[in-house]
């Protein structure tokens, strides 16, 4: 986990932390830049602006948050671990 017990909202700036299933992703919500993947400290952290699909997702949302991402059936149930 990235962070303990914070409650702000994803926004521009933020790193978050998603599990899907047994698999943990890192996304930080840029103004630009989408699309652009670094490695910090052995993780993988994909950039996301607030205007792709995932990114409109996750921004408002909060740690402890859940959302489906996908088309139709094909939808997966996401869980925001943390936001920082």
Do not use: W
């Amino acid at each position: 986990m990235l962070s303990e017990e914070l409650t702000d909202p994803v926004a521009i700036g933020a790193l978050v932390e998603v599990k899907c299933r047994s698999r943990t992703s890192f996304y930080f919500i840029g103004p630009r830049g989408g699309g652009v993947e670094v490695e910090v400290d052995g993780k993988e952290i994909a950039v996301l602006t607030p205007h792709a699909p995932l990114g409109k997702m996750l921004v408002g949302k909060q740690q402890g948050g859940k959302f489906k991402f996908g088309e139709g059936a094909k939808a997966v149930e996401h869980n925001i671990v943390s936001v920082c």
